[in-house]
Nanobody, 123 residues
Framework: VQLQASGGGLVQTGDSLRLSCAAS????????MAWFRQAPGKRREFVAG???????YDSDFMKGRFTISRDGAKNTVYLQMNNLKPDDTAVYYC??????????????????WGQGTQVTVSS
């Protein structure tokens, strides 16, 4: 499984970004995908996820600013991030687990990870 994340960049407070993560390598069945982020010196934390049926999961700090969505035909998940803040600065990673109908926010549950895309929000 290969995960290719893209869409990061340098933006100002209040700006928006849309991250994309495309999965490839084999056929996927009943898979879940998620976004995590890791700021310098901090642990990797869950941002948002979507399970096999399209149910979405969010984190407290999203507070309606971030939206996760998926294009099943393209095996691609998106993270629309609005009203970005300096605290959102981090490397954003996408993750995938196939063959499951459950979901977990625990990073240790996810076996497949993308390379990460840097998001920097200036004040």
């Amino acid at each position: 499984v290969q995960l290719q994340a893209s869409g990061g960049g340098l933006v100002q407070t209040g700006d928006s970004l849309r991250l994309s993560c495309a999965a490839s390598g084999r056929a996927f069945n009943n898979y879940a995908m998620a976004w995590f982020r890791q700021a310098p010196g901090k642990r990797r934390e869950f941002v948002a996820g979507i399970n096999w049926s399209g149910t979405t999961y969010d984190s407290d700090f999203m507070k309606g600013r971030f939206t996760i969505s998926r294009d099943g035909a393209k095996n691609t998940v998106y993270l629309q991030m609005n009203n970005l803040k300096p605290d959102d600065t981090a490397v954003y990673y996408c993750a995938l687990k196939s063959g499951t109908t459950v979901f977990s926010r625990d990073r240790s549950w996810w076996p497949n990870w993308g390379q990460g895309t840097q998001v920097t929000v200036s004040s």
